[in-house]
């Protein structure tokens, strides 16, 4: 079936339970409660400039710095954005990171931040920061497509209340300056879904490759230097991949700890894409909560407060790592990697991390073929059913040809073949609290395979590749599987070899064979509601990276995009 071999997974007998919902228990003597108002983010300040990896890009806390000391208003900082939105949406060819803009809304939202920063009624850290938001998220003024070319054109959508991750940070003070592109209904790795409204997301790093999916203009966005912080959704690795890609910081909690209203699976989340893991723990601070505004699928079950370890300020502030820290490696699956620099990548900055303290913990995750095929059964199942099922058959000619063959395949995907995958899904659970048990954070690599070329024929027809999605996604999926947090760091740039011709090999990959400089980036996993340790991990990789890796000051736009820090 479509080069993922389901068909030998769908032979398995099973005796586990399914379980549906990740919901992990976390230990008694956590407080469960939903509010966080009393974390105190005082001291990250004194980290605005740490953990940038591109040059002529600023943090969050940068510009709240900026504000706080009147250098700059978000007046100032809006009246930018909307110059580079407009040179955005006037290039050839198109990088379609912006799908929608209200210049005069993003005017009266820095208007009043200014003014809260001339009366000392700062909201936040975030108060007056640039967000863009991708097309996923219900919010005030604009239509909510889904990157299709007949989605939020109803009375009914137009009235649906804002999301609550939305609301959520609309509350900490944010300038919502953008809706950004996405993969068609979310379902693809490379952002190279062309329909009618829709045309290919390219990188931030080089306007050749793809910007990844489905949350590729958000994370084009911030790779631009367009904004500091944008918000993106994960069923499969939607912000982590275009994170890697763009040689920016993606994040996705635990199942259940962002209670954003479009959890309709409980493969989807809602997530931050920023420049540092810095950012990334202030954005995770403010979005973290229960649905607002609506039952969801996790809105039955309380999570915990955020839980912080003894000594995680100093270390975090240090990009070190507490005595005895664990860090797992399942090597066997770190090489299954199609690039081979991605895995060899992980390895050294896992060797590095030794240097720092941390003890490297030997670990093989079971049943990894049969785990992915069950995934592959729940997102064709569950995700893409719930997402697009209702209008499929009237809007059938408005779908790019790519969806159109996606859901042939999921229209074959059986209740027995769900219920199969829901009990392959108990097992690696099992399997997976185990390896946790033994370790305090697992290491993967971010993507297992570089941003494709975009080739030609791409950005007439589309492209579905299932190999090439296959290998992208090969190491995100576990996350969204399992509820496990994960977050995405880029470590290195991958230079290929110089020269311009296209190569591809049997398994349908086009080559990349030029002079160009490519992220990489590894991934941070970490046992349920343990976040804490993802972030030191997190944030130990950027000192070990800054210290080792010259920072990349000359991106390739060849379009000559400055991003707005430049200007101001």
């Not at 710095?65 to 930018?80: D, F, M, N, Q, T």
């Not at 863009?132 to 070319?149: C, E, M, Q």
């Not at 409980?266 to 202030?282: E, I, N, R």
């Not at 979005?287 to 407060?305: M, N, R």
């Amino acid at each position: 079936m479509l080069n993922i071999k389901i068909d030998g997974f769908l032979q398995r007998r099973i005796r586990d339970a399914p379980t549906y919902f990740p919901l992990e228990q976390f230990p008694l003597n956590w407080d469960p409660a939903p509010l966080f108002d009393q974390f105190d983010l005082s001291w990250l300040e004194k980290m605005a400039d740490t953990g940038l990896y591109i040059e002529d890009r600023m943090s969050c806390l940068q510009f709240h710095r900026l504000y706080k000391a009147g250098s700059v208003s978000p007046s100032e900082v809006a009246e930018k954005v909307i110059e580079k939105i407009k040179e955005l949406k006037a290039m050839k060819p198109d990088l379609n990171i912006v799908t929608q803009f209200n210049v005069e809304d993003i005017r009266e939202q820095a208007r009043l931040s200014t003014d809260r920063y001339k009366s000392g009624r700062v909201l936040s850290v975030l108060d007056g920061i640039p967000l863009a938001i991708k097309d996923f998220f219900k919010v005030d003024g604009y239509k909510l497509t889904y990157g299709t070319p007949f989605k939020g054109h109803s009375e009914i959508e137009e009235r649906e209340e804002e999301d609550s991750v939305v609301k959520r940070m609309r509350s900490a003070g944010v300038v919502i300056i953008a809706i950004t592109s996405a993969h068609e209904a979310g379902l693809g790795a490379t952002g190279a879904a062309i329909n009618r409204s829709n045309v290919h997301v390219r990188s931030a790093m080089n306007t050749e490759y793809c910007a990844g999916g489905s949350s590729g203009g958000s994370g084009a966005a911030v790779g631009a230097g367009l904004c500091p912080l944008a918000l993106g959704t994960d069923g499969g690795g939607s912000i982590r991949i275009p994170a890697s890609f763009n040689g920016i910081v993606g994040l996705k909690a635990t199942f259940a700890r962002v209670g954003s209203d479009l959890m309709h699976s409980p493969l989807y989340h809602s997530g931050p894409l920023c420049l540092t893991t810095t950012d990334a723990l202030v954005a995770y601070h403010y979005i973290s909560g229960p649905s607002l505004s609506q039952v969801t699928c996790a809105s039955f079950f309380k999570a915990p407060k955020l839980h912080f370890r003894d000594g995680f300020q100093h270390h975090f502030t240090e990009g070190s790592l507490p005595a005895g820290f664990k860090v797992g490696i399942d090597e066997t699956y770190i090489k299954q990697a199609y690039d081979k620099q991605v895995g060899e990548c992980v390895l050294k900055m896992a060797d590095n991390l030794v240097k720092r303290g941390a003890e490297l913990v030997q670990v093989s995750i079971p049943e990894l073929f049969e785990s992915f095929r069950a995934f592959v059964l729940t997102f064709g199942g569950e995700g893409m059913f719930l997402a697009t099922y209702g209008e499929f058959f009237t809007y059938e000619d408005e779908y790019s040809s790519s969806l159109i063959l996606l859901h042939s395949f999921c229209h074959k995907i059986l209740a027995g073949h769900y219920f199969l995958a829901a009990q392959q899904k108990t097992r690696l659970i099992e399997f997976m609290r185990e390896i946790m048990a033994k370790c305090d954070v697992l290491l993967l690599p971010g993507t297992g395979l570089k941003s494709p070329k975009i080739h030609p024929k791409d950005l007439k027809y589309g492209c579905v590749n299932l190999s090439r999605e296959t290998e992208i996604a090969r190491y995100t999926w576990l996350g969204n599987m399992t509820g496990l947090p994960a977050l995405s760091v880029p470590v290195c740039w991958k230079q290929m070899s110089a020269t311009s011709e296209d190569t591809s090999d049997d398994e349908g990959f086009v080559g990349q064979k030029d002079d160009s400089d490519i992220p990489c980036s590894v991934q941070v996993f970490a046992s349920w509601w343990r976040e804490d340790n993802m972030f030191l991990a997190g944030r130990a990789l950027e000192a070990i990276r800054d210290e080792v890796i010259e920072k990349r000051s000359k991106v390739k736009f060849q379009l000559n995009l400055t991003p707005i820090s430049s200007s101001l």
